[in-house]
Nanobody, 119 residues
Framework: QVQLVESGGGLVQAGGSLRLSCAASGRSFSTYEMGWFRQTPGKEREFVSTISPGGSTIYADSVKGRFAISRDKAKNLVYLQMNSLKPEDTAVYYC?????????????WGQGTQVTVSA
């Protein structure tokens, strides 16, 4: 059974840092694109960052220069290092794997981890 489990969320003051982790199990994701989305109440899930199997990365403009995505393919892990956090970064962060162009979203999703940034 495929499972993605996020961890590392929490409460942090503005300007602080957090590192999110996503552990994938049930199959190897080394050949799949993986990434992060986030969602706040009443809004649609918003793209944050993605990383290809080859290590190419893409970031949303709102996090560019502050967030860094990385992966450990051997361990089926994906990380999101978040620096210089702002209150507007407050959201539930979801890890995704295996991008589906026809769906316009990842095939597999984690349950999410809450990130709260206080002013």
């Amino acid at each position: 059974q495929v499972q993605l489990v996020e961890s590392g969320g929490g409460l942090v003051q503005a300007g602080g840092s957090l590192r999110l982790s996503c552990a994938a199990s049930g199959r190897s994701f080394s050949t799949y694109e993986m990434g992060w989305f986030r969602q706040t109440p009443g809004k649609e899930r918003e793209f944050v960052s993605t990383i290809s199997p080859g290590g190419s990365t893409i970031y949303a403009d709102s996090v560019k220069g502050r967030f860094a995505i990385s992966r450990d393919k051997a361990k089926n892990l994906v990380y999101l290092q978040m620096n210089s956090l702002k209150p507007e970064d407050t959201a539930v962060y979801y890890c995704g794997a295996d991008w589906s162009g026809s769906r316009g979203e990842y095939v597999y999703w984690g349950q999410g981890t809450q990130v709260t940034v206080s002013a």
